[in-house]
């Protein structure tokens, strides 16, 4: 069961990949970048380098990195709240607007792709049983965490 998880866990990534592929050689962008301008878009909410980290799992050097290139570039922009000036919020430019448009596209593209024949008692139970297996990796990932 694991190696066959595995396995298609690769081919959810390489079929994203391939569809988000003209847009990042479009805009001269990695997929971490796009991953995190389309983040900061799906999920106003979240905005800081931390919430990327910890709802994306990404490594936080990585996400620092592609912060600071997208920041440079003009995609993002840092900023404070008046109160605390020491969290560093993000939020997109009106540059990045032509990406998040392409990318939510990309991201459509591959759900219609993901469940082609797919009813919807179907996807509510794939939903469940999905929300069940990331409610067990959080709390291992936390155990882990904890030592």
Do not use: W
């Amino acid at each position: 069961m694991l190696p066959a998880l595995f396995t298609r866990s690769q081919g959810l990534r390489k079929l994203y990949g391939n569809l988000c592929a003209p847009l990042l050689a479009r805009y001269g962008l990695t997929q971490l970048e796009l991953d995190i301008i389309l983040f900061l878009a799906n999920n106003p909410e979240y905005d800081t380098a931390r919430d990327i980290v910890e709802k994306r799992h990404l490594a936080k050097s990585h996400v620092s990195v592609g912060i600071d290139t997208l920041a440079g570039q003009g995609l993002l922009e840092r900023f404070t709240r008046e109160g605390n000036r020491k969290t560093i919020h993000l939020r997109l430019t009106g540059e990045a607007a032509p990406i998040v448009e392409e990318g939510r596209a990309a991201q459509k593209q591959y759900g219609k792709l993901l469940f082609a024949g797919f009813t919807a008692e179907d996807f509510r139970l794939l939903t469940a049983l999905m929300d069940r297996v990331a409610g067990n990796v959080d709390a291992a990932l936390a155990a882990e965490e904890r030592g």
